[in-house]
């Protein structure tokens, strides 16, 4: 169960990262509470993670999940350029991700 919490706080990690770009210092309603929603749920989600997986992992792996798709979301959408090494170096984070699972 852990396990499951913190990658859904990874992906709203993402979600928080992304409206925050959106919000333009604050200015826009919408995205702004979308990043505050996303936020405490997404740090709510880590602390009950921390309860049964080790700290340094389970912070590990809710930076690189938020990472990796707010990166990718910027990508798709056009907002960042894609380039076989940016992608390949992405896969490299998720795949350090998997790892820390798995070696737990």
């Known amino acids: ?10 992906v709203l990690e993402a979600v928080w990262a992304t409206a925050l770009d959106r919000t333009q210092g604050f200015t826009r309603w919408v995205p702004t509470v979308v990043f505050a929603v996303a936020l ?6 880590l602390a009950y993670a921390m309860r049964g997986l080790p700290v ?6 809710w930076v690189g999940i938020g990472a990796a ?18 992608v ?7 795949g350090c991700v998997v790892g820390l699972k798995l070696a737990h």
Do not use: H, K, N
């Open 1 to 10: 169960m852990y396990w499951l919490v913190l990658v859904l706080s990874g």
């Open 40 to 45: 405490t749920a997404s740090m709510a989600g």
């Open 56 to 61: 340094g992992t389970a912070y590990a792996v």
């Open 69 to 86: 798709l707010t990166a990718g979301y910027a990508m798709a959408s056009g907002q960042e350029p894609v380039s076989v090494v940016r």
């Open 88 to 94: 390949l170096l992405l896969a490299g984070i998720v």
